[in-house]
């Protein structure tokens, strides 16, 4: 399959359920660990320093996670 990874002109990931989980468990992780109180929810919900004009409204439904 890595050769269809190459033929895309976008970024492309193979996943299975367990790759899913463990990305799952890591982005839990590091939101317990985290001690800054701004996050992109935090950001975008009170709109700091007008976020929401750069911002598109992909960031804004997944909240900067994917590019």
């Not at 701004?38 to 976020?51: E, G, L, S, T």
Request: hydrophobic letters at 40%.
């Amino acid at each position: 399959l890595m050769y269809l990874c190459e033929r895309f002109s976008f970024t492309a990931e193979f996943v299975s359920a367990e790759i899913l989980a463990e990305k799952r468990r890591e982005e839990k992780r590091i939101a317990e660990m985290n001690i800054n109180p701004f996050n992109w929810d935090r950001v975008i919900k009170y709109n700091m320093q007008n976020c929401r004009s750069w911002l598109s409204h992909y960031d804004v439904a997944w909240k900067g996670r994917y590019k």
